[in-house]
């Protein structure tokens, strides 16, 4: 008949559990959390990385918006004073391509539609220096904005 009390060996398991069981659960939770940290961090850095993007491609659509403003303006008016805005954007537009090329880098897809982008860019600018170079040296041009090129470009 036992008295009631454990065996040494039944005492040993019962103590060893106590003391291995709770830093063994904290050392699973501590990894548990320690990946949740690292999973929310990652995903932090791609939201910033998007909201950088996407930044910069709002700077670029409104130097973009404020060439086509400048050049129709000088069309309509033929007052130098509207060419302001286009020129700024002329100054402006290769370096906010610039920097948007090198965020989007890591895309290959985005970069095709920015390569697409700035080949466009390209022939909008001639578009719109022959627009002003007839409005500059007296030509009437609304023949060539009829034809709607500038918009279509743009």
């Known amino acids: 008949m036992t008295s009631g009390h454990p065996t040494p060996a039944a005492l040993h398991r019962l103590l060893t559990g106590a003391v291995v069981l709770p830093p063994a ?3 699973a939770l501590a990894l548990v959390f320690l ?15 998007t909201d ?12 973009l918006v404020d060439g086509e403003t400048g050049a129709r303006g000088y069309a309509l008016s033929g007052d130098p004073v509207f ?18 090329a090198a965020l989007v880098a890591d895309n290959p897809a985005q970069g095709e539609r920015l390569a697409t982008l700035r080949a466009d860019y390209a022939g909008w600018r001639e578009y719109a220096g022959r627009l002003i170079g007839l409005v500059r040296d007296g030509g009437d041009p609304q023949p060539l904005t009829q034809t709607q090129e500038g918009k279509r470009r743009m």
């Open 25 to 27: 659960l904290f050392a």
């Open 35 to 49: 990946g949740l940290v690292a999973y929310l961090l990652s995903t932090a850095a791609r939201v910033d990385h």
């Open 83 to 100: 060419l302001a805005p286009y020129h700024s954007s002329a100054e402006q537009t290769p370096r906010e391509l610039d920097e948007l």
């Open 52 to 63: 950088r993007v996407i930044g910069s491609a709002d700077e670029l659509l409104r130097h």
